[in-house]
């Protein structure tokens, strides 16, 4: 069932996604080469709890830190740590925040220093689909149009859409249904309504789509070790057209 939301809850999303919004901006500002990926969920974290907030992953079926932090050919759900950045690397992370029980998720993937040409062309198509994406979530459109868009942007640049993640309803939960797929056939799903709120959030690899996860259990990498790329933001379908969240 697709939770609704009243105008005054999306107003109090807001805030969980102002929050998550300026932690991932200080992320961003602070990445560069020779910095670890744990130097970098530690800047996330300082900033959520001054805000009175909290990090959303931290403790999420046992994650054990607040950003997900995934270096090139990693997928998703990599785990913040000892890692040092290198120039020419990209880094996805991924983070959510918590206000007043309401949650925001929002990702990006930077560039460590100058990256390779595919690098940047890779992060900006994915960033593309994704925008391409959240001009469908208008009252009466379908929710795989969401996706078909997504798909059509990714696979024009000659890169291929992550099936085995998909963005999600988000509310009072991170995860709340429906599934949101970044790939699929337009005019078919569920009718979208004001008042609806998802994550969308295409992952696109410059490879192949398939992926794998590592022994540690949450490290999520692409099958034929490409880079990948990863953007999300929390959005509410309104009478007005979309309105992005995870925003400052
Ligand atoms: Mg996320
Ligand atoms: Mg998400």
Redesign the pocket.
């Known amino acids: 069932m697709i939770v609704l939301k009243s105008p005054v809850e999306i107003e109090m999303m807001r805030e969980a996604g102002r929050v998550t919004a300026v932690a991932l901006r200080l992320v961003g500002e602070a990445v560069r080469p020779g910095i670890t990926t744990g130097e970098l969920d530690a800047i996330a974290e300082e900033y959520i709890r001054s805000q009175g907030a909290k990090p959303a992953f931290l403790g999420y079926h046992g994650f054990p830190a607040t950003l997900c932090t995934s270096v090139n050919e990693q997928v998703v759900h990599g785990i913040p740590g000892k890692r040092i950045l290198n120039e020419g690397d990209i880094l996805s992370v991924d983070c959510g925040a918590v206000v007043d029980g309401f949650f925001g ?1 929002s990702a990006m993937t930077f560039p460590v220093g100058m990256v390779s040409a595919e690098a940047r062309a890779l992060m900006d198509a994915t960033q593309t689909s994704l925008e391409a994406g959240i001009a469908k979530m208008r009252p009466n459109m379908r929710l795989y149009d969401i996706g078909a868009a997504v798909q059509q942007v990714a696979e024009a640049a000659g890169f291929s859409v992550v099936r085995e993640y998909v ?2 309803g988000i509310g009072r939960a991170m995860h709340e249904d429906p599934q949101v797929p970044n790939f699929g056939q337009a005019g078919r799903g569920a009718q979208l309504k004001p008042g609806m709120v998802f ?1 969308v ?1 295409p992952m696109v690899n410059a490879g192949g789509f398939e992926v794998r996860s590592l022994d540690d259990g949450w490290t999520v990498v692409t099958a034929d070790g490409s880079l990948s790329a990863h953007f ?1 933001h929390t959005i509410a379908v309104t009478e007005d057209g979309p309105v992005i969240l995870t925003v400052e």
Request: net charge negative; charged share 50%; aromatic share 0%.
């Open positions: 998720d963005g999600h994550a959030e999300e």
